[in-house]
């Protein structure tokens, strides 16, 4: 049986790597955004390379944009309408 310590060790371990997932999939977006334009997110989420929840409209976009972590991969924004800090 594993230790309180073990089992705390792990779950902070999955909680670090899913904040760093989720800061790299949002660097990466941009950067690609950046240098190649808002298509070419699009087609990193279809090919895979970025994560994704969903997707679902966007307003400053003003079209369907992927979402992940509640916000645009695109453009930042928050679903709920907010830039995200």
Known sequence: MESRTEE????LANA???IIDATINE???YAIYENMGQRAVHRSVESGTLKVD???????CEEESPIYDN???VCGTGVDGK???
């Open 27 to 29: 660097r990466l977006a």
């Open 8 to 11: 705390f060790d792990k779950k």
């Open 54 to 60: 969903c997707w679902a409209p966007c307003e400053p």
């Open 83 to 85: 830039e995200d800090e």
């Open 16 to 18: 670090i790597n899913g």
């Open 71 to 73: 916000a645009c991969l």
